[in-house]
């Protein structure tokens, strides 16, 4: 957003001047940003668009990564719309708008796209976390579970019954910027989101399926339920979906393998700081603890065995 804004900035205006002139020199380019910042923090937190910012500066024009995407539309649009009035139309779409577009933020999320009726979100670029499949997730289920009372108010104003779906893939894509002079969008290309469209496409109104690949990322936390294997245009065969109902109320392990526990060796020196900090905390003593690491190295087992 800001790497446009500064993009199609008109050049700065010279402003007259003169000993007598009273009216403080004011750079229009910096001005106008300034405006658009503004207008850019009542959409999006003031938090991620930082992030979103320093972001910009390392992304390449094009790259390979994996990405969880979210597609969510709102089903019966179509009849609900031939119905009403179009500013009537238009007023409701943008109260669902807000349920559908917040959860995404609220775990840092990218909304790429707004589709008259949908949304496409992407965890994992430009900004990466480790657990964007989960933060997906979430996302998806605070949308299906929080529009359920602006249903009843749509239902009680409008007398009109309209529901959402989300679907979920998580795969390797090549995200950028793409298009032409006259138009640019950051989109993400490749088989995976094709995927990704089709869950939602074939996902149940009010409930969110999620591909094979994003259901083995996240089994561990939350409740699934197995569907049958769905058609998609251009494979041989067959691909199986999940239903994601709800966060488990006790989550299983991410890391490691199912079902197999290991002793911890090795780590006497660290585990008997860390114990010795828990002691401590027993008699009302707060310390602050930094584990670091190269990534396999055992901190999360560490921290297992203190738990």
């Not at 775990?107 to 997906?136: N, V, W």
């Not at 995927?195 to 990322?217: I, P, W």
């Not at 041989?236 to 109902?245: G, M, N, S």
Request: aromatic share 6%.
């Amino acid at each position: 957003y800001l790497a446009a804004a500064e993009r199609d900035m008109p050049p700065g205006i010279p402003q007259p001047t003169s000993e007598h002139s009273a009216v403080p020199h004011v750079d229009e380019p910096t001005f106008e940003l300034d405006n658009f910042r503004a207008r850019l923090e009542q959409y999006i937190p003031k938090e991620l668009l930082a992030k979103l910012e320093g972001a910009r500066n390392d992304v390449a024009s094009s790259e390979r990564r994996v990405v969880t995407m979210l597609f969510c539309d709102v089903t019966g649009s179509t009849s609900a719309a031939e119905r009403l009035d179009p500013e009537e139309w238009a007023e409701i779409m943008s109260g669902a708008f807000e349920h559908l577009i917040s959860p995404i933020y609220r775990y840092e999320g990218t909304l790429a796209r707004l589709m008259g009726d949908a949304i496409l979100a992407f965890f994992g670029a430009p900004i990466a976390h480790e657990d964007d499949p989960q933060r997906a997730v979430l996302a998806g289920l605070d949308i299906v579970q929080g529009i359920r009372s602006y249903q009843a108010e749509v239902k009680a104003r409008w007398n009109l019954d309209f529901g959402v779906r989300v679907g979920i893939n998580t795969g390797l894509v090549v995200v950028g910027e793409v298009g032409s002079d006259m138009r640019v969008e950051y989109t993400a290309m490749g088989d995976a989101i094709n995927l990704a469209a089709r869950m939602e496409q074939t996902a149940q109104t009010g409930a969110m399926q999620v591909s094979e690949d994003t259901y083995n990322l996240v089994a561990p936390l939350f409740e699934c339920e197995s569907l049958d294997e769905i058609e998609v245009k251009g494979k041989l065969e067959p691909v199986p979906a999940y239903r994601v109902t709800s966060a488990k109320g006790v989550p299983g392990r991410l890391r490691g393998i199912e079902g197999l526990r290991t002793p911890l060796v090795g780590r006497d020196s660290e585990m008997s700081l860390l114990r010795g900090v828990l002691e401590r905390l027993n008699h009302g003593r707060g310390s602050i603890v930094c584990l670091t690491g190269d990534a396999g190295m055992g901190k999360s087992g560490m921290l297992e065995e203190l738990r």
